[in-house]
């Protein structure tokens, strides 16, 4: 076998192992589980898991819904989900205007609203639109659409069932 062949294999198989299925049963298992959920603790925010410290202290990341500014990266004691520290570098080292915008007491309340749910990723838009990715720290991959609204990235998802929209993929 040439280096040219073990190098096209061997990419098809990266490329193969990459590739995700939908899986189905747990998308549905998440519509299930957060179909009347409210979610109206989280209003204009985007709460998603990072990890843990080396403490196994959790790590989050806290920001604003759009994401015009950085997040805050708050440190939550995982026992009593109480929050133990709150970094700002990236948002003071940004490059955009962005001053402090939450408070430590706001960033404990989204923190603990947020690990009330058993998601990776959860934003709430100012209608009350909600985003989640319940198994990766990836961008959100389901959409739980509110009556009425027109989110800005709908056209990013296509209908599934209900009120729930799953992101396209490419």
Not at 2 to 29: M, N, P, Y
Not at 95 to 116: E, R, V, W
Not at 139 to 164: E, I
Request: with cysteine; proline share 4%; hydrophobic share 40%.
């Amino acid at each position: 076998m040439t280096v040219r062949k073990i190098a096209f294999a061997a990419a098809g198989l990266l490329l193969w192992s990459c590739h995700k299925e939908t899986d189905f049963t747990q998308i549905d298992a998440a519509i299930k589980k957060y179909d009347t959920v409210d979610f109206s603790a989280l209003k204009n925010t985007y709460v998603g898991y990072r990890g843990r410290d080396e403490t196994a202290n959790l790590m989050l990341m806290v920001a604003k819904f759009d994401l015009s500014c950085p997040a805050y990266i708050a440190t939550v004691y995982p026992k009593t989900k109480e929050l133990t520290a709150v970094d700002e570098h990236l948002i003071k080292e940004s490059d955009k205007d962005c001053q402090p915008y939450f408070t430590k007491q706001q960033i404990a309340q989204y923190s603990k609203a947020f690990l009330k749910y058993d998601a990776k990723v959860i934003g709430v838009d100012a209608s009350g639109n909600v985003y989640i990715n319940p198994a990766a720290q990836d961008a959100p991959n389901l959409l739980r659409k509110v009556d009425g609204s027109t989110p800005k990235d709908l056209a990013d998802f296509k209908k599934y069932k209900g009120n729930w929209y799953l992101r396209k993929t490419e």
